[in-house]
């Protein structure tokens, strides 16, 4: 839905110049994004803006001319962009979302994942907030896990999103929305940037074997999966306040990242059988990871809320057909 609004352009004919009022249409819903330079926030950013709202995107390291340079940790700074833009609904995605950093940097994580969402949820009266959080809130050993079942966190990363979750509900109780999701992949900008599509590199290698996890369940999801399910909630609680409180959204493909590995090689017509499975996790692997926190998403079906989610080998050519050997002069065009 837009508004008309009259703008002046000028007009350039040969040997005659004009000044013309023409009307344009100006999206009145809002929506902030934070972290929108990166992997999930770029598809949310783009998810509403293609679908007729005024979106403005916030980054702070990666900020490009586009979005806006915000540091979340600056409490003035966060509170000048939300009363200069106004919006309606603010999605947050602005996170260390790396549980090895969250272990070694903790202090700079927690004033992120915990801190931030302090500050945005102070800030968002009378404005509807969605928080993006993770499954590593849960320990992973007793799944399918549903919104109302018990947090355990076993690292670092998942104790500081749930923190970040009880801080957000508990400052913004009558209108914000906590959204539990799974490992991610979408459009990288570089492969490094997902635990997914970092994956292939390790499919390309194909003359040299190499070992990949294979007992740690995942269901790896598509950002613009997400990105969707975001805007179908902004857009319900614009119509009924009433919707609040936590969600789970997931893709339903089970795969360990070995098993990921193979269906990449697939997608891609590429071999895998220097790919070799492995079963017992080494010492010194890094942050614990629950073995299986598979979400259970029947809130968000109900309501009539979810997507549909994108089939894993679709979405991965998507998001890797760039950084083909034969194309990678794409990736300075497209991402």
């Known amino acids: 839905m837009s508004i008309r609004e009259k703008e002046l352009k000028i007009h350039f004919k040969p040997g005659h110049v004009e000044l013309v009022q023409d009307e344009v249409y100006t999206p009145y819903r809002r929506v902030l994004v934070t972290g929108a330079t990166g992997l999930l926030g770029r ?5 509403f803006k293609n679908n007729d709202w005024d979106a403005l995107g916030c980054g702070y390291n990666r900020a490009r001319p586009c979005f806006l340079k915000c540091n979340l940790l600056d409490d003035d700074a966060v509170r000048g962009v939300i009363q200069g833009f106004q919006p309606h609904v603010i999605v947050h995605c602005a996170a260390e979302r790396r549980p090895d950093v969250v272990e070694h940097h903790t202090e700079e ?54 923190e970040g979750e009880r801080e957000i509900l508990r400052h913004c109780p009558a209108g914000a929305a906590v959204l539990r999701v ?47 399910v975001c ?88 998001s890797l057909w760039p950084f083909q050997h034969d194309k990678r002069w794409r990736q300075t065009v497209f991402h």
């Open 231 to 318: 805007r179908n909630m902004a857009e319900r609680a614009l119509q009924d306040p009433s919707l609040r409180g936590i969600f789970h959204y997931s893709a339903k493909e089970q795969m360990t990242k070995y098993e990921m590995a193979c269906a990449i090689a697939d997608a891609f017509n590429l071999p895998c059988s220097h790919l070799i499975p492995m079963t017992e996790q080494p010492a010194g692997a890094g942050a614990q990871r629950p073995q299986n926190a598979q979400l259970e998403c029947s809130r968000l079906e109900l309501l009539g809320l979810s997507a549909e989610p994108t089939p894993f080998k679709t979405a991965i050519r998507d």
């Open 43 to 47: 598809a949310v950013y783009k998810e």
């Open 182 to 228: 799974p490992i991610l992949f979408g459009e990288v900008e570089k492969v490094e940037e997902s635990a997914v599509t970092v994956l292939w590199d390790r499919v390309q290698e194909g003359a040299e074997s190499c070992t990949i996890d294979h007992s740690q369940q995942r269901f790896p999801t598509y950002t613009n999966d997400v990105a969707r």
């Open 109 to 162: 994580a927690m004033n992120l994942n915990v801190h931030a969402c302090s500050t945005l949820a102070k800030e968002s009266d009378g404005i509807f907030l969605i928080y993006i959080s993770t499954d590593y809130v849960f320990d992973g050993r007793n799944p399918p896990y549903g919104e109302n079942d018990a947090p355990n966190p076993l690292n670092l990363y998942g104790k500081s999103k749930l």
